[in-house]
């Protein structure tokens, strides 16, 4: 794979004083999504900044298909947080063409492209619509969109998903799957919206406090932390708790039955432990819930345990 | 390319808000009116005094004035609350060189509709000026250049500063100020921004003298100080944009 993107060692500190990046590192390659998570304030949009020379890093340095990125490149482009990026007094194909002139780009050249595109997206009918007049997510999609005709090779996306419907966030996901596939662009991916990272992204990066504390593959986390939560039910018994309570699980004593609920992975100990503890008590089992983890899941105890290392 | 997709959308924009482009026009046709037949009234002067004349002259070049500086200040506010300020420092093209050409277009729209305006004022009033279409375009035009310098320093300044409208309401006072600067006096108040070619187009509109007439001396105040309130006008917007980057404030927030 070939990278198309280096982050070596980039700080950003603010003028403010604020350390909003401090000294991260990672490669982007060809025709790949990566999805960048972190809690607000993390440096996501800090990231994507500097990815798009929208800021300047103040130590470390881009390379850009291994040359050292100096100024703005065309070879990026952005959709920032929200329904913005768009004139609103402009119909969607006006801000298309006017967005393309900018880029030295003739409009002829993409009409296919621009009208397959809001086909794809359900927009075809709004094109001669006010910018002003859509819905949000309408104006997302207009905008994301725009960010894909030129000759970009990587598409920042800054929280494509904030609110948009479920409908909505099923068509950008749809589009992004395509632009990585058939546009052979790469894309990176901000959000706070775990599913939506889980199913569109390849990898991610996951940022806390401005620090990179982990990459991988989503497939990886996933497995890294293969654990499936298990909660099992039964009817109280005079002082069965006492049996748990040596086993590292959480136990919640109600009126007439007793919870008892931990985290295992496959094979684990604490679940044969506890599942023999069950039958030397004779307990009388109401329930057993027994689900998979979830990339949400797996990003909380990231971010729980790099908080509980500070 | 650049300037024609600019010039595009500004016709598409006067079209689309055809009333209210319509409006300002009439409004400027209007308020003219009012200070012209209001002052007379109050000095009481004959009405074909030269100082009447050059009233309608000062009155054209104030809007352009305004025009120049508003669009400048006012769009990069509009553009950076929209986002689409990120947008156009991504392009392939520099920050300045897309304001310039962005402000060309409106200018061209907005000269087309002092023209009207101008030649309705005429008409009402009955004062019919000289029009040396070649002199007032070459004054004018030095004069654009050097309101862009001036423009740019602002837009800069907005760049950074998301709230200058405040401090901004005194420019249109300022310009007027330019209007009374004696000019003859010293060579020195030449130098204040356009005070020279507002002058000069005075005298080609209401004195009837041509370009040609002006002597080198004349033509040293007119193009010099445009030229330099330019290019110090572009190191500072330059400038500031360099500040608004490393502060990533270009979009709102
Ligand atoms: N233009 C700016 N000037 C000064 N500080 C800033 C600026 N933009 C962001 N910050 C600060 O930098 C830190 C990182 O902000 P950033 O916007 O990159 O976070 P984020 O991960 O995108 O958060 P969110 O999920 O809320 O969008 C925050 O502490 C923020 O207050
Ligand atoms: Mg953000």
Known sequence: MKSIINFSGVTKKYPSGTLAVDNISFDIFENEIVGLLGPNGAGKTTIIKLLCSLTNPTEGEIYIYDKLKKKKSTIISVVLEGNR???????????????????????????????????????????????????????????????????SKIILLDEPTLGLDVESVLDIQELIRFIAKEMSKSVIITSHDMRFIESTCARAIIINSGKKIAENTVEEFKTLFAKKSVKVVFDKQDNVEEKFEKLNVNINSKNDSVEVDFSCADNDDIFYEVMEALKDNKCKINDITYSDIDLETVFLEIIKNDRGEK | MLLVANFKKELIMFKRYLFNSLGGVITLYILFLCMFYGYNAATSLPTDSTNTDFMVVYYAFWMLALFVYQDMVYSIQEESKLG???????????????????????????????????????????????????????????????????????????????????????????????????????PFLKLIPTAWEVRILGNIMVGGISIFDLSAMDWFFLVVPSIVYFVIGLAIFNKCEKVAVDRAVLGKH
């Open chain 2, 84 to 186: 689409t300020l990120e947008q156009i420092y991504m392009s392939k093209f520099s920050l300045a060189r897309i304001i310039v050409s962005q402000n060309i277009a409106k200018l061209l729209v907005n000269i087309t509709l002092l023209f009207v305006v101008i030649f309705a004022i005429m008409a009402t009033t009955g004062k019919w000026l000289h029009f040396d279409l070649f002199s007032v375009s070459v004054i004018v035009l030095l004069a654009v250049v050097n309101l862009f310098g001036i423009g740019f320093i602002f837009g800069g300044l907005a760049l950074i500063f998301k709230k200058i409208e405040n401090f901004l309401q005194i420019v249109p006072y300022c310009i007027l100020g330019v209007f009374l600067v004696p000019v003859g006096s010293n």
């Open chain 1, 85 to 151: 990026n768009l004139y609103w007094k402009l119909t969607v194909l006006e801000n298309i063409k006017y967005m393309l002139a900018l880029k030295g780009i003739k409009f002829s050249d993409r009409t296919t492209l621009v009208d397959e595109l809001l086909t794809k997206m359900n927009i075809d009918d709004k094109k001669d619509a006010l910018v002003g007049d859509l819905s949000r997510g309408m104006q997302q999609k207009v905008a994301v969109i725009i960010a894909l005709i030129d000759d």
